[in-house]
């Protein structure tokens, strides 16, 4: 049974009305942080409603190797729309060795990796908007450890398959080593930027997708010891703590063999809701985008994000996440297809969604993934490809996985000359709330 039938069966759309002392002299970390004032940095209490931002990162088509494509950049954060910056420390992967010594102390962390830390904290202090600093233990497919960050020729290298795949602290010689690691990693972090929240993981439940709940399970007290041990730091002020889920993902998308098998959706979040319990942090960070798991956008009810908020009472919720493009886009398998459809309406009933739910939740933050699109829309849409020669060669060359990329370059609430697309009005009204 389709998605469309699914979820048409029972519900319908509704628009809801500072530093660590021990950097080593050989690195140029500074020794102040820069994210803004201390004060001002960890008065996290939003006006009445829920703080709007964006995360700082861009997708330059011409690096094929690491750093990848995604980089930190503030130019898709449609300035005056937002009011807090997510800064994507974890697009730079972790010197884990660094962090690996006793009370995971930084030492000979890689200059160029340094440098990156440097930038990003220019960036965060630049923007005069408050901060939330992204961090993961995982990589980016959620199949393993993050990435190691290592110097090589001067060049910051990002080594993805340090750790095996799907691998399971659990059957380690060593079980607490990288998690400890992790630890140090993020308490560093949190001094050196002062943020107003920290995330320390992100959509955590698709390790467990790809590797079984054991693995996921384990990889759990990654953020948990991170939690810990922020938590207990005197020289600065804790920030709350994030750690994320992926929406779809609980609801049993994108369909997987074996997975919520002739289910509906919300009888899928009910055998996979168990998956949260094991979080320990402040607020569960929400995660969706629909665009890249649900067949039928228009079928999407008014409650699938607070279903999700929801599974947590005990702690506060926040969307760390979301997007949804404002037009329909296709595909090349054998031939050109739909891959979604979708519509400045749906846009705007997808946002009014977000906004309502975390209002109606107190949750202190809507993340829009990217506030401005990154790309021109028609030329990401078409099939084939045409208008942009070299955005057209990089897609092609990602083959199957470039339908994983283009609904994030193409989903902004401005687009890329500027102009306003209705659900700006949505977003508007929510910045001048009390």
Not at 127 to 139: E, T, W, Y
Not at 178 to 190: E, H, I, L, N, P
Not at 337 to 348: K, M, V
């Amino acid at each position: 049974m389709t998605l469309r039938l699914l979820l048409a069966l029972a519900l319908v759309l509704g628009v809801s009305g500072c530093p660590d002392d021990t950097t080593p002299d050989t690195d140029t970390v500074s020794d102040t942080a820069t994210a803004g004032d201390a004060d001002v940095a960890q008065d996290t209490t939003p006006p009445g409603r829920p703080l709007l931002g964006g995360r700082a990162e861009i997708y330059d088509i011409t690096k094929t190797t690491a750093p990848r494509p995604w980089v930190a950049s503030t130019d898709a954060l449609g300035g005056d729309l937002t009011e807090v910056i997510v800064i994507p420390l974890d697009l730079y992967g972790i010197p884990w060795s660094s962090f690996s010594g006793p009370d995971n102390q930084p030492v000979d962390l890689p200059g160029p990796w340094v440098s990156e830390v440097n930038a990003l904290k220019a960036m965060a202090s630049s923007s005069g908007k408050r901060v939330v600093l992204a961090l993961s233990p995982l990589s980016p497919d959620w199949d393993t450890l993050a990435p190691e960050a290592r110097e090589q020729s001067g060049v910051l290298v990002l080594n993805s398959a340090w750790r095996e795949s799907c691998y399971n602290p659990a059957n380690d010689a060593n079980v607490d080593k990288w998690r400890d690691a992790y630890a140090g990693y993020t308490v560093w972090a949190v001094k050196q930027f002062a943020p107003d929240w920290v995330v320390l993981g992100q959509r955590m439940n698709r390790y467990e997708e790809n590797c079984g709940v054991a693995a996921y399970t384990a990889v759990l007290d990654y953020p948990a010891e991170a939690h810990r041990r922020i938590k207990e730091l005197k020289d600065v002020t804790p920030p709350p703590t994030i750690v994320g889920v992926d929406v779809e993902d609980l609801y049993g998308y994108p369909t997987k063999a074996g997975r919520c098998v002739a289910v509906t959706p919300e009888a899928c979040l009910a055998q996979r809701k168990g998956l949260v319990d094991g979080i320990t942090a402040d607020y569960l960070g929400l995660e969706s985008y629909p665009a890249f798991a649900l067949e039928d956008l228009a079928a999407i009810p008014n409650d699938w994000l607070a279903k999700v908020a929801d599974l947590r009472s005990d702690l506060g919720a926040a969307i760390i996440g979301t997007s949804l493009p404002a037009q329909s886009m296709t595909t090349q398998r054998a031939v050109c297809g739909p891959l979604f459809d979708s519509s400045e309406a749906l846009q705007t009933q997808w946002l009014d969604q977000a906004v309502a739910t975390a209002k109606s939740h107190g949750m202190p933050l809507v993340i829009w993934r990217s506030v401005r699109d990154l790309f021109d829309a028609d030329v990401v849409s078409g099939c084939p490809c045409t208008g942009d020669t070299g955005l057209c060669q990089h897609l092609a060359g990602l083959g199957a996985g470039k339908d994983d990329v283009r609904p994030h370059l193409a989903a902004g609430l401005v687009t890329v000359d500027g102009t306003e697309r209705a659900a700006v009005s949505v977003w508007r009204q929510a910045l001048v709330e009390d």
